[in-house]
């Protein structure tokens, strides 16, 4: 299980993801307290990371870090409005978190086949065993 200061830095790093286009829509809003309330963050910590910085931790096991990465791609799609910004952060992020370079491109490449682009979390987790092995 995750502690608050790593449910904080989740939030934080799909906040600052979301922002990444200067706007933050309510759907997006939204869908992080949704993260937040699964992660058990009250309301008031949750707004609290709109104003304040929390240290990144990069999450410990290899599933905790797919299930990130999953987040930050259901976030990214949302609003239906890819930009290549969000595309290259998100990028940028899985290979701070150590995933494969090569999964991460098939995983960005194959969304589009998919309704709402919403890749099926079996579907990930197979790319990236594939990766591995």
Same mark, same amino acid.
């Given at each position: 299980?995750?502690?608050? #200061?790593?449910?904080?830095?989740?939030? %934080? @790093?799909?906040?600052?993801?979301?922002?990444?286009?200067?706007?933050? #829509?309510?759907?997006?809003?939204?869908?992080?307290?949704?993260?937040?309330? /699964?992660?058990?963050? %009250?309301?008031?910590?949750? =707004?609290?990371?709109?104003?304040?910085?929390? @240290?990144?931790?990069?999450?410990?096991?290899?599933? =905790?870090?797919?299930?990130?990465?999953?987040? $930050?791609?259901?976030?990214?799609?949302? =609003?239906?409005?890819? /930009?290549? #910004?969000?595309?290259?952060? $998100?990028? =940028?992020?899985?290979?701070?978190?150590?995933?494969?370079? %090569?999964?991460?491109?098939?995983?960005? %490449?194959?969304?589009?086949?998919?309704?709402?682009?919403?890749?099926?979390? @079996?579907?990930?987790? /197979?790319?990236?065993?594939?990766?591995? /092995?």
């Amino acid at each position: 299980m995750n502690t608050l #200061k790593e449910k904080l830095s989740i939030l %934080s @790093e799909m906040i600052a993801f979301a922002r990444i286009d200067n706007t933050l #829509k309510q759907s997006e809003y939204d869908f992080l307290f949704n993260v937040a309330q /699964n992660l058990d963050i %009250s309301k008031k910590e949750f =707004d609290a990371l709109f104003e304040m910085e929390v @240290e990144h931790i990069i999450p410990k096991s290899q599933a =905790d870090r797919l299930v990130q990465f999953n987040r $930050l791609i259901l976030l990214m799609n949302i =609003d239906n409005e890819n /930009n290549l #910004k969000e595309i290259e952060r $998100l990028h =940028d992020i899985g290979l701070r978190m150590g995933l494969p370079p %090569s999964a991460i491109e098939q995983v960005l %490449s194959i969304m589009h086949e998919y309704p709402n682009k919403i890749v099926p979390p @079996e579907i990930i987790i /197979n790319i990236f065993k594939a990766h591995y /092995n």
